[in-house]
């Protein structure tokens, strides 16, 4: 069965928090900032496509870039063959 972007996305943010405890605060394995940047960046499209269901134009528009860049980032990332 086919899951959809939101449960791909929901998947992906229960897979963050469980390793953002499994390191737990103030751990000495802490990211670096490139790394940071990279994770609040995903975190944010992500967010910003559940916000809108999925619905990758409107998404792009809130975080005002354009569809081919969503798509770029998309296929960059942990999601990267993602079709509706």
Known sequence: MRRGTIGLLRAHRARRLSRERALGAGSASRPG??????AFAWSYVAET????????????SA???????????LAASELGGLRR
């Open 33 to 38: 900032l490139d790394e940071a940047i990279r």
């Open 49 to 60: 496509l559940i916000r809108y269901r999925g619905d990758r134009k409107k998404a792009a």
């Open 63 to 73: 975080l005002g870039i354009s569809l081919r860049t969503l798509y770029r980032y």
